[in-house]
Antibody, heavy 119, light 108 residues
Framework: QVQLQESAPGLVKPSETLSLTCTVS????????WNWIRQAPGKGLEWIGY???????KYNPSLQSRVSTSVDTSKNQFSLKLSSVTAADTAVYYC?????????????WGQGTMVTVSS | EVVLTQSPGTLSLSPGERATLSCRAS???????LAWYQQKPGQAPRLLIY???TRATGIPDKFNGSGSGTDFTLTISRLEPEDFAVYYC?????????FGGGTKVEIK
């Protein structure tokens, strides 16, 4: 079955760049739109953005200036970079698949990885 | 940007009762792009409903979604212990994709 697994950087220093990778199994990363979503401790869900294997991306305007995403088809992975992080970026980060055809929703999620921004 | 407002914030009910969760959009939206998720502590969200009313694969028929325009509802017909969780609605019609703030369904 389709599974997503986020890498686990854990701790990132303020002003540095957060880097995460999501490894996809059970389906080719050349299909579907691949997303990043985060959840600050005790808070709700925030969409960060998506990437398609062609390089097409779309980001939440609130994060757009600091976000970049990419796809590595050779490794069946996609990645997130968030620059100039602050404590406000501390959150569980999820990767998720946007469903195909009529399934306009996130149908597969990774387990999530906690990222703490602290010196 | 479409703002989704979920109510109530917390719903206290007993097992066997019916839960009715509301998601109101700040402007009329396409029901095709309205989804509901369930999240339990320490777990990733799970897709329950997409297209406002279509159950995702493996979701039991006690979960029902309805609504159109600005008002959408998730109904859980008979609460079982595993249904006590936080529920989020979500919409996407271009940018940005937004989630509601969530409704926590807790055991009374």
């Amino acid at each position: 079955q389709v599974q997503l697994q986020e890498s686990a950087p854990g701790l990132v220093k303020p002003s540095e760049t957060l880097s995460l990778t999501c490894t996809v199994s059970g389906v080719s990363v050349t299909s579907y739109y691949w997303n990043w979503i985060r959840q600050a401790p005790g808070k709700g869900l925030e969409w960060i953005g998506y990437v398609f294997h062609s390089g097409h991306t779309k980001y939440n305007p609130s994060l757009q200036s600091r976000v970049s995403t990419s796809v590595d088809t050779s490794k069946n992975q996609f990645s997130l970079k968030l620059s100039s992080v602050t404590a406000a970026d501390t959150a569980v980060y999820y990767c998720a698949r946007w469903g195909a055809d009529s399934v306009s929703a996130f149908d597969i999620w990774g387990q999530g990885t906690m990222v703490t921004v602290s010196s | 940007e479409v703002v989704l407002t979920q109510s109530p914030g917390t719903l206290s009910l007993s097992p066997g009762e019916r839960a009715t969760l509301s998601c109101r959009a700040s402007q009329s939206v396409s029901s095709s792009h309205l989804a509901w998720y369930q999240q339990k502590p320490g777990q990733a969200p799970r897709l329950l409903i997409y297209g406002a009313s279509t159950r995702a694969t493996g979701i039991p028929d006690k979960f029902n979604g309805s609504g159109s325009g600005t008002d959408f509802t998730l109904t859980i017909s008979r609460l079982e212990p595993e249904d006590f969780a936080v529920y989020y609605c979500q919409h996407y019609d271009g940018s940005p994709l937004t989630f509601g703030g969530g409704t926590k369904v807790e055991i009374k």
